[in-house]
């Protein structure tokens, strides 16, 4: 069973910049696992944020941008807002299974 | 605007099969490179996939659910349906569905649109 890893825990100053990864148990992450990166708030569903690797929805702000970094996929906020403090979850696809990461806490304090 | 919503029973008992409808609108699941997903949350805990269904009634299974799961859709109600076997205490969580992309600009599967979920509690 494959298993996706993601940072429990980050903060963040507002203002600041930070970089949420996505690591695979089974192999370094590439585009072809496509990653997906979706923000969820308390109480909230889940908004998709980014799609395979780095695209961008309609919706999502400028300051999101999505790559793969160092056999990870990677989620950089630049000048993080306060409401940009969430839960954030990356998904990848396996050949026809997708699986979510652990999911990120993102504190901006 | 593409919406959708669970529905179902939020208390089922262990072993019981779990039968849950996603009724969506603003989009058809006969058009081309369109799906639906199911996904599932246990309370404070992370997001799982659990299965997808296309429009050409392609399937697919959580690999570690898969004998448990069975996903159908009926394109003219506009409605996709999962049914979970066996259900067991752990299975408490809020089962979203999600309005899914497929094709050459989307990758195989882009969840884009979510229901707002439904929580299913098991227990005796």
């Known amino acids: 069973q494959t298993v996706v890893t993601q940072e429990p825990s980050l903060t963040v100053s507002p203002g600041g910049t930070v970089t949420l990864t996505c690591a695979s148990s089974t192999a370094a992450v590439t585009s072809g696992n496509y990653p997906n990166w979706f923000q969820q708030k308390p109480g909230q569903a889940p908004r998709a944020l980014i799609y395979t690797t780095s695209n961008k929805h309609p919706w999502t702000p400028a300051r999101f941008s999505g790559s793969l970094l160092g056999g990870r996929a990677a989620l950089t906020l630049s000048g993080v807002q306060p409401e940009d403090e969430a839960d954030y979850y990356c998904?990848?696809?396996?050949?026809?299974?997708?699986?979510f990461g652990g999911g990120t806490k993102l504190t901006v304090l | 605007q593409i919406t959708l919503k669970e529905s179902g029973p939020t208390l089922v008992k262990p072993t019981q099969t779990l039968t849950l409808t996603c009724t969506f609108s603003?989009?058809?699941?006969?058009?081309?490179?369109?799906?639906v997903g199911w996904i599932r949350q246990p309370p404070g805990k992370a997001l799982e996939w659990l299965a997808l269904i296309y429009w050409d009634d392609d399937k697919r299974y959580s690999p570690s659910l898969k004998s448990r799961l069975t996903i159908t859709k009926d394109t003219s109600k506009n409605q996709v349906v999962l049914t979970m076997s066996n259900m067991d205490p752990v299975d408490t969580a809020t089962y979203s569905c999600?309005?899914?992309?497929?094709?050459?600009?989307?990758?195989?599967?882009?969840?884009?649109?979510w229901g707002q979920g439904t929580l299913v509690t098991v227990s005796s």
């Open positions: 603003g989009f058809s699941l006969s058009t081309s490179g369109v799906g």
């Open positions: 998904l990848l696809y396996y050949g026809g299974a997708l699986v």
């Open positions: 999600a309005h899914t992309k497929k094709g050459p600009s989307w990758g195989p599967a882009v969840m884009n649109y």
